[in-house]
């Protein structure tokens, strides 16, 4: 009797240099081993998106309006399925932000609407109108969101990278099962969030207003960095509940979200003393240097806050990892141009090294071989 299809850990890699960004996709026996390099990899143009449901692994291209299906190999080798295209709906690109609702609905947020398709016959199936949310000044941008029952809560980004920003945090909430905007949650008490969101066990999602990562050293007014809750039995934030990140950390700014349970994050304190570039001057520069540390912080005691101990990173270090119980972070040293190293925590918050490689790690997680 054949046994069960092989497993593996599916690994993408973004490496950048002056000439752009290059992405790598490749599928690994065990994350325990020196070094992942790109021997074996599929190469991918740009910033390109991998978009993972289970078994099923699927590719955005960052530079053609094209989703491609890919199939994980006895052999650990990665075949190409069929393709969708998304030319006729203007698109030119697949953006970042996606969704799958079921085996047959997913979302890809293209800033004024959704665009649905389905993932098992890959073929386009409508769009939700999201011009609602459209702020004159501001083009909404809206990253991956989390899927709460029938209902799915997004970050709806507005600001002009020409200097002006919303003041507030804005969340869109979509009824999966109508494909209509069910709500919009506004909050002023806290700014932008490129960090993402985080869903507890008891159904509460958590929200953690940045700044838009760097907008504090440009505007002197703004909140510190501060987590925000939307309550698990409706969709509104919660007035009762706000943690000041900056207080928890030593009065540091924050950026990045990753909820290890039982009510703790992590997240990464920015310290400009740990560099010669001011971020005023050269935002970008800056974010590449190791100038910030990943912290602890307990929100039933945030003045308790703990470094782990790492030492400095890059702020643009990428995200953090839950994988079959296991849970890692990254150590880079220059966001996507330098060194990384990923790290896994383990009981008694023991910190080990499990691989290195070239660039930061933009996706990890586990595909069997197809049958």
């Given at each position: ?5 092989p497993s593996?850990?599916?690994v993408?890699t ?13 599928l ?10 790109t021997d074996n990899a599929i190469?991918l143009p ?6 993972v449901?289970?078994?099923r692994?699927?590719?955005?291209s960052?530079e053609a ?5 890919w ?23 697949i953006p ?11 979302y ?8 649905m398709?389905?993932p098992?016959?890959l ?7 999201l ?6 000044e501001?083009?909404p941008?809206?990253?991956?969101g989390?899927?709460r ?6 970050v709806?980004q507005?600001?002009d990278?020409?200097g002006d920003?919303n003041r507030?945090?804005q ?7 109508r ?19 985080a ?13 838009y990562?760097?907008r504090?050293?440009f ?11 939307i ?11 706000f943690?000041?990140?900056n207080?928890?950390v030593?009065?540091?700014p924050c ?12 997240t990464?304190a920015?310290?400009e ?19 910030s ?7 039933a ?12 990173v890059?702020p643009?270090n990428?995200?953090a ?5 296991r849970?890692f ?7 996507f141009t ?10 008694g918050?023991r910190?080990?090294e ?7 790690i ?10």
């Amino acid at each position: 009797m054949p046994g069960p299809p092989p497993s593996f850990w599916y690994v993408q890699t973004t490496f950048a240099t002056p000439d752009g960004r290059t992405s790598f996709l490749q599928l690994i026996a065990s994350p325990d081993q020196e070094r992942v390099t790109t021997d074996n990899a599929i190469e991918l143009p740009g910033n390109a998106r991998v978009f993972v449901d289970g078994n099923r692994i699927y590719t955005g291209s960052a530079e053609a309006p094209v989703i491609q299906r890919w199939f994980a190999e006895t052999d650990g080798s990665l075949t190409p399925g069929e393709r969708l295209s998304f030319a006729a709906t203007g698109l030119n690109a697949i953006p970042f932000g996606n969704n799958f609702i079921s085996p047959d609905k997913a979302y890809l947020f293209d800033r004024f609407r959704v665009l649905m398709w389905n993932p098992t016959t890959l073929t386009l199936a409508g769009e939700i109108d999201l011009s609602s949310l459209v702020m004159p000044e501001f083009v909404p941008e809206i990253d991956p969101g989390i899927l709460r029952g029938d209902l799915l809560f997004a970050v709806v980004q507005q600001q002009d990278f020409a200097g002006d920003f919303n003041r507030g945090i804005q969340v869109v909430v979509i009824d999966t099962t109508r494909d209509e905007i069910a709500a919009v949650l506004e909050d002023d008490r806290c700014i932008g969030s490129f960090a993402g969101m985080a869903l507890a066990e008891d159904g509460s999602i958590y929200v953690l207003g940045d700044n838009y990562l760097l907008r504090h050293w440009f505007v002197d007014d703004l909140p510190p960095s501060c987590l925000l809750r939307i309550l698990p039995d409706a969709p509104e934030f919660d007035p009762e509940f706000f943690v000041d990140f900056n207080a928890a950390v030593g009065g540091q700014p924050c950026v990045g979200l990753f909820y290890r349970g039982d009510g703790l994050f992590l997240t990464n304190a920015v310290d400009e003393t740990l560099s010669t570039v001011d971020p005023r001057d050269a935002p970008l520069t800056f974010l590449n240097e190791p100038v910030s540390t990943w912290w602890e912080i307990d929100i039933a005691d945030p003045v308790s806050g703990r470094e782990l101990g790492l030492g400095a990173v890059s702020p643009r270090n990428g995200p953090a990892f839950e994988v079959d119980g296991r849970q890692f972070i990254q150590e880079p040293l220059a966001a996507f141009t330098g060194e990384n190293t990923l790290i896994e925590i383990v009981e008694g918050n023991r910190l080990v090294e499990r691989f290195s490689t070239a660039g930061l790690i933009t996706g990890l997680g586990r595909v069997e071989a197809e049958p």
